[in-house]
């Protein structure tokens, strides 16, 4: 069932058109779009193609980051207190989204955002020790707690 939630979660963010904002030094591109319950900004900041790093938009505080690039980014944004470094999939899939021609398929840049939402849930774990460790609460409450019900419950849908 929870592939199933993740799916129609990826759709339904998918189905939000990328919104393509100025950046800060001229150079690169980025662009932000809602991603589960977050509004999440892309940004290549150095302006080379690469996804450089990704941030939460309320708090402006940069969640992922390119390897390599740790103290050039912290030009544009602080790094959020549980920041970690992108693998290269995560930079090379953000590349793609973030640089996804006009006439990329629907399928297509899913394809990209799923890459992304995988290689942030292997993550997940980890942050959310961090997270715990510094005193952060999970923004939906307890995540280990299933709010939706279980299966029986979504059988009649």
Not at 11 to 22: D, H, I
Not at 26 to 32: D, P, Q
Not at 131 to 149: C, R, S, T, V, Y
């Amino acid at each position: 069932m929870k592939q199933w939630t993740l799916l129609a979660a990826l759709l339904l963010a998918g189905c939000g058109g990328l919104e393509e904002r100025p950046t800060q030094n001229g150079k690169g591109k980025l662009a932000c779009d809602t991603w589960f319950i977050y509004e999440l900004c892309a940004q290549d900041y150095t302006g080379d193609g690469q996804f450089d790093l990704l941030y939460f938009d309320d708090t402006k505080e940069i969640l992922m980051y390119r390897p390599g690039t740790r103290e050039v980014v912290q030009e544009v944004l602080p790094l959020h207190v549980c920041a970690r470094e992108m693998g290269q999939t995560t930079v090379d899939a953000g590349s793609a989204w973030l640089y996804a021609p006009e006439d990329a398929s629907v399928f297509e840049i899913l394809g990209y955002k799923r890459q992304l939402a995988a290689d942030y849930l292997a993550a997940q774990d980890e942050v959310r020790e961090c997270n715990k460790q510094h005193g952060i609460e999970a923004p939906l409450g307890n995540p280990e707690e299933d709010d939706f019900g279980d299966d029986e419950d979504m059988a009649d849908f």
